[in-house]
């Protein structure tokens, strides 16, 4: 596709469970970004992926949050034994290059810890 | 990358321009100022960038004072479907890979 795709669009999960989020870039594009925005709130940064080079997972906020990118393209982030404050959207970007190019937003996955 | 500071709430009047202020006063000369918005419920969007001279496009005009320490988003007739969260960052550029990290941007409110 033309975009950046993720999946599911919606998922709910039994606390405790693992979870895993999927995200397609534009093709081409070296640089990956993966969000979260709980309800009513500012874009909170997670993990960046450039290329070849080591992940920045900065914003990561515990180890129960990972993520990967294989072949540079597909990205996938796993949150085990989810927590219900990790409900919130979470959005993958993809852009050229760093920061300094367009980046293009997925619709975004809501997940929601019961 | 430098900080930027927005107010947090704005109003226009529909068919009105809007101008959204961005101050970056520590603002050095290689980096760019990039205004995106999120329309509730969706992803953010890009809008335009400039380094120093001012830009205009489909979307927006943008306004770079002339010592770059501020910046104004133009949106020359504020529709409804305007209404949104609006991003000022100032970004590094030339062959920087920075991240891209979002503050609290400016909730802009387009009224009938």
């Known amino acids: 596709g033309a975009g950046v795709s993720q999946s599911p669009s919606n998922k709910v999960t039994e606390k405790g469970k693992d979870v895993e989020l999927r995200c397609d870039p534009i093709?081409?594009?070296?640089?990956l970004y993966w969000y979260r925005q709980s309800l009513g709130q500012g874009l909170e940064f997670l993990i960046y992926?450039?290329?070849?080079?080591?992940?920045?997972k900065s914003g990561l906020p515990s180890d129960r949050f990972s993520a990967e990118r294989t072949g540079g393209s597909v990205s996938t982030l796993t949150i085990q034994r989810t927590q219900q404050e990790d409900s919130a959207v979470y959005l993958c970007?993809?852009?050229?290059?760093?920061?300094?190019?367009?980046?293009?937003f997925g619709q975004g996955t809501r997940l929601t810890v019961v | 990358d430098a900080k930027t500071t927005q107010p947090p709430s704005m109003d226009c009047a529909e068919g009105r321009a809007a101008n959204l202020p961005c101050n970056h006063s520590?603002?050095?000369?290689?980096?760019?100022v990039y205004w995106y918005r999120q329309i509730h419920s969706q992803g953010p969007q890009y809008i335009i960038h400039?380094?120093?001279n001012n830009e205009t496009n489909e979307m927006a005009s943008l306004i770079i004072t002339e010592d770059r320490k501020s910046s104004t988003l133009i949106l020359p007739h504020a529709t409804l479907r305007d209404t949104a969260v609006y991003y000022c960052?100032?970004?590094?550029?030339?062959?920087?890979?920075?991240?891209?990290?979002f503050g609290q941007g400016t909730i802009l409110t387009v009224h009938p």
């Open positions: 520590t603002i050095s000369g290689n980096e760019y």
């Open positions: 970007a993809s852009s050229l290059y760093g920061a300094n190019t367009e980046a293009f």
């Open positions: 960052i100032v970004i590094f550029g030339g062959t920087s890979y920075g991240k891209l990290t």
């Open positions: 400039g380094l120093k």
């Open positions: 093709s081409g594009h070296t640089a």
């Open positions: 992926f450039q290329g070849n080079s080591a992940p920045d």
